[in-house]
Nanobody, 127 residues
Framework: QVQLVESGGGLVQPGGSLRLSCEVS????????IGWFRQAPGKEREAVSC????????YYADSMKGRFTISKDNAKDVVYLQMSNLKPEDTAVYYC????????????????????WGQGTQVTVSS
């Protein structure tokens, strides 16, 4: 069982920045790709980003490229999502999850491969 806990969400003005953290079970970052997802009320959950355990290669959804940056610190067992130039449409609950089938993210995110999920953290972008 992989445990994940998100933190860092909150209220931010449009154009602002926020950094989310995902604490994971010890050694999990050595074995699993870790993804960030988000879901707004009434909308489908969508993939945001992913970071690989094998080579630290990353994946970003097209709408996130240039604004969001994913990184990890294996020593601290933490994955980060740095969000910049935030927009109201970024408002959602953000989740991190572990992919038990892959160590590398690849070019496509298959949500069914992410078997372990955190509780989520709310991000609200509003003036």
């Amino acid at each position: 069982q992989v445990q994940l806990v998100e933190s860092g969400g909150g209220l931010v003005q449009p154009g602002g920045s926020l950094r989310l953290s995902c604490e994971v079970s010890k050694f999990a970052l050595d074995y699993y790709a870790i993804g960030w997802f988000r879901q707004a009320p009434g909308k489908e959950r969508e993939a945001v980003s992913c970071i690989s355990s094998s080579d630290s290669s990353t994946y970003y959804a097209d709408s996130m490229k240039g604004r969001f940056t994913i990184s990890k610190d294996n020593a601290k067992d933490v994955v980060y999502l740095q969000m910049s130039n935030l927009k109201p449409e970024d408002t959602a609950v953000y989740y991190c999850a572990a992919n038990i089938e892959r160590r590398r993210c690849g070019d496509i995110v298959r949500q069914y491969e992410y078997r372990y999920w955190g509780q989520g953290t709310q991000v609200t972008v509003s003036s």
